[in-house]
């Protein structure tokens, strides 16, 4: 089993930055992916960013130049730094590990809160 916790969310004003973190814990395996997806309210849920375990990244084009996805292989943490964050950023944002060995595993975080107030 694989756990998530997230950290980092809050309310900030357009323009400001947060950064976001999700320590990913239990049973490990490489390769695996990373990533943050988000949904808003009435909205579906939609990939924000992901990284791979041998560092390759993949953005969203809505964020690209303003969110930067990073992780500690070390620590099992992903971290997402938000920057230049626009009201429509506004959205509860879940932390995703995905396992994929043999089998395609989809684990998620708790979801956290983002609020950008304009």
């Known amino acids: 089993q694989v756990q998530l916790v997230e950290s980092g969310g809050g309310l900030v004003q357009a323009g400001g930055s947060l950064r976001l973190s999700c320590a990913v814990s239990?049973?490990?395996?490489?390769?695996?992916?990373m990533g943050w997806y988000r949904q808003a309210s009435g909205k579906q849920r939609e990939l924000v960013a992901n990284?791979?375990?041998?560092?390759?990244?993949n953005y969203a084009d809505s964020v690209k130049g303003r969110f930067t996805i990073s992780r500690d292989n070390a620590k099992n943490t992903v971290y997402l730094q938000m920057n230049s964050l626009k009201p429509e950023d506004t959205a509860v944002y879940y932390c995703?590990?995905?396992?994929?060995?043999?089998?395609?595993?989809?684990?998620w975080g708790q979801g956290t809160q983002v609020t950008v107030s304009s």
């Open positions: 239990g049973s490990i395996f490489s390769p695996n992916i």
């Open positions: 990284i791979i375990s041998g560092g390759i990244t």
């Open positions: 995703n590990y995905r396992q994929t060995t043999s089998l395609i595993v989809d684990y």
